[in-house]
């Protein structure tokens, strides 16, 4: 703007210079003359105008990193051998970070959200890259869960049902509340000492407290890396903030971090009734496992009986789920698993639970009314259009409709077996034995029909969370342990465990040992 004013008075002296060496035109005498001040008119000097830099706020932001990174108060100890130990690790791994960030997409948006309504420093929200380096279905050898790894006690108090259908510690709703609220509990026990409640969350609130206690005593310092804790505690903490530390300081350390849109992801529906979970994708136009990845909670093909029924979907897929949800009549499903017992019959079964005979054979594939104690049953209640047949068959009109996949039907022949079928028409056992009502016990008869899927229909069968989420822990054998204890507290078989040790069954295991187990975490909620 200066530039331009000195060349604008320039300009002016020149003209005057000009008109003096010039005839000036004459003046008609009958036209007024000129004021004088206009004669020769001083330019207007116009103040410059200065833009303000606008400052967005964390919100505002259109990375979801950012938002946290502005929002970061712990102070990072770079000096710290531990901290700068897993710094190191994470500029060594670049690809880590990244695999985290994809992980994290769906759900980094809302746990940004839950964490800021609770005023927390934003740290706590990178905390599931600690914990369970944003893998929803991550179990450990301490039987802990999900995103947050939550064990299994302190889910129950803090509210998170674990059972045969639901485990709430893998809930991404329920399990961030119930974090949440483990945290809140421990930062006011610790008044307000944020590393000491991170402690606290990973090695127990007991622990902590007595190793403060032991540093009062002996008059040393009390600050978390002052005390003596657990070797997995003491890397706890520093690896968090290294962690931040990373993310807040990318580009000063040359690390490109995939970014993350600050705008809802999911959204949470509440259809109000049991839903087949195979249903409620095709609903939505998705595919079985992308719905089980929103929803990792649930263990089974459909919500529990009791609930909860809620869903989390892409914001663009929930119009498709509720418009043709609502065309289905906003119709679920009705089915109980019950554990029979002695004296129990099919008719009887049938009256108490106000259904027939033959939708509990249906749905159990039973050729005889045979019972066996302490077996489990899957019973679809009738009544009020809730049956399991009007489910499997809107399930199978859904999935004709709406291009998931080609419907056709197998023969079974002499000599068939499941597996065999399985594997020669490209699909699991537990798709094939879904599609069918069939359990991977059943007997198949000559001339039976099966109804088949092909590649693409088995992405949006009832099989995913059938088939079960593995993950694979190593676990190290205790003082005690003998192969049934650890395989009955993993739900496997000790066939398997020494299948995957190379053991000798009849032999001894060593405390120390350590043991790969895959675990089914969907089997190990009750």
Known sequence: MKTRLI????????????SNDTVEPEVPTNVPAPEAETAHKVPEIVEPIIEEEVVLTPQEQEDVWDRIVMQLTMEVPLDNERVAYYRD??????????????????????????????????????LPIVESSFDQFAYSHGRAAGLWQITPPTGRTFGLEQNWWYDGRRDIVESTRGALDLLDYLQKKFDGNWLHAL????????????????????????????????????????????????IANADEYGLTIPEIANTPVL??????????????????????QELQSLNPGYNQWATAPEGPHTLLLPVDKVESFET????????????????????????????????????????NDMTSSALREGRYLMIPIAGDGNSWSESRAAL????????????????????????????????????????????TTSTIRVGQKLTIFGANGSQASHSSSSNGIIRTIRYEVRSGDSLS??????????????????????GYLRPGQTLKVNVDVTRVSS
């Open 485 to 506: 204890t650890i395989a009955q507290q993993f739900k496997v078989t000790i066939s398997d465990l020494v299948e995957w040790n190379d053991l000798d069954v009849n």
């Open 199 to 246: 402690a606290a969350y990973n090695t127990g609130e007991g622990r902590v407290f007595r190793a403060i206690r032991n540093n009062r005593a002996d008059g040393k310092p009390t600050d978390f890396f002052a005390l003596s804790l657990p070797r997995e505690t003491s890397d706890y903490v520093p690896k968090l903030l290294a962690v931040a530390d990373v």
């Open 396 to 439: 199978a009109q859904s999935q004709n409709t709406h291009g998931n996949g080609q419907r056709s039907e197998y023969v079974v022949q002499s000599g068939d077996t499941l597996s065999g079928i399985a594997q020669s028409q490209g699909v699991t056992v537990k798709e094939l034995t879904r599609w069918n009502g069939l359990s």
């Open 7 to 18: 060349l604008a008075s320039a300009l002016l002296l020149a003209g005057c210079q000009l």
């Open 267 to 288: 959204e949470q529906v509440q259809p109000g009734v049991q839903m087949d979970l195979a249903l409620a994708a095709s609903f939505a136009g998705m595919t079985m």
């Open 324 to 363: 043709k949800f609502a065309a289905n009549d906003r119709r679920g499903m009705n089915v109980i698993r019950y554990q029979i017992q002695s004296g129990d019959t099919l008719s009887g079964l049938a009256r108490k639970h106000n259904t027939r005979v033959d939708l509990i054979m249906e749905a």
């Open 89 to 126: 690790w994470y500029l060594k791994h670049p690809t880590h970070l990244k695999t985290v960030a994809q992980r994290a997409e769906p759900f980094l948006f809302y746990i940004t959200e839950e964490v800021e309504k609770r005023g927390f420093p934003l740290e706590i929200a990178l």
